[in-house]
């Protein structure tokens, strides 16, 4: 069983475009046989501003709720903002045809993951367990040239995760077997850059 709702907004006036949306979404999830029934819930907000075209803003922030935790550990609160300069509207560029599109762009997010934990007759619940959650910072600058017939982006990011749920079957004795509980484990970080380049013209008729 489940039901979303959303509600959204949108003005311009002048050189300035705004718009907001918030939505909330609700999950309930009947388990057979011994397994946990899992019920979440969802409310998000986001926001966003430009500037005459060419300079962007956006902000979320999320609260979530899961019963695969107890307590206090049951919610947590998620945010995201990005900005973005579309340098191609600016005086300087506007004339130069071969550039029909030169976007820089920056973001960061603190977002949560409920993971896969539940409980059952077998396995044991833990009272302490927390959210998943990752820490990730993207920059990049993307383009489209030649009438859009040349296209590309390159992107460095960086994202951390942490408190990642698993089974730690070392810190116990073999005799624990299946009871052994969930624990926030893990720790992960992955950094880099991508890139890509495209290339989309016609031959022939």
């Known amino acids: 069983f489940g039901w979303n709702a959303r509600v959204k907004y949108n003005r311009s006036f002048g050189l300035h475009d705004m718009g907001a949306n918030a939505a ?10 011994s397994s946990q029934d899992l019920k979440e819930g969802n409310f998000t907000f ?11 803003l956006e902000a979320t922030l999320a609260a979530m709720g899961s019963n695969r935790f107890q307590g206090d550990n049951k919610y947590f609160f998620a945010h995201s903002v990005g900005g973005a300069w579309i340098i191609s509207n600016e005086s300087f560029l506007k004339d130069m045809k071969a550039v029909n599109l030169l976007k ?4 960061y997010g603190h977002l949560g993951y409920a993971g896969g934990n539940t409980t059952d007759l077998i396995r044991l619940g833990n009272p302490d367990l927390k959210w ?4 990730e910072l993207n920059i990049g600058i993307e383009g489209r040239f030649l009438n859009n017939r040349l296209s590309g982006e390159v992107n460095y990011f960086r994202e951390l995760r942490k408190n990642i749920i698993g089974i730690n079957s ?3 004795a073999t005799i624990g077997g299946n009871f052994i509980p969930s624990e926030n484990i893990g720790e992960v970080l992955n950094q880099g850059i ?3 380049v495209n290339w989309n ?3 022939g008729e």
């Open 201 to 203: 013209d016609k031959v």
């Open 46 to 56: 986001r926001a966003n501003y430009a500037y005459n075209k060419r300079y962007m």
């Open 132 to 135: 998943e959650y990752s820490n």
């Open 104 to 107: 820089m762009k920056v973001s």
């Open 170 to 172: 070392a810190k116990y």
């Open 194 to 196: 991508d890139a890509c």
């Open 24 to 33: 909330f979404r609700y999950t309930a999830e009947e388990a057979t046989g």
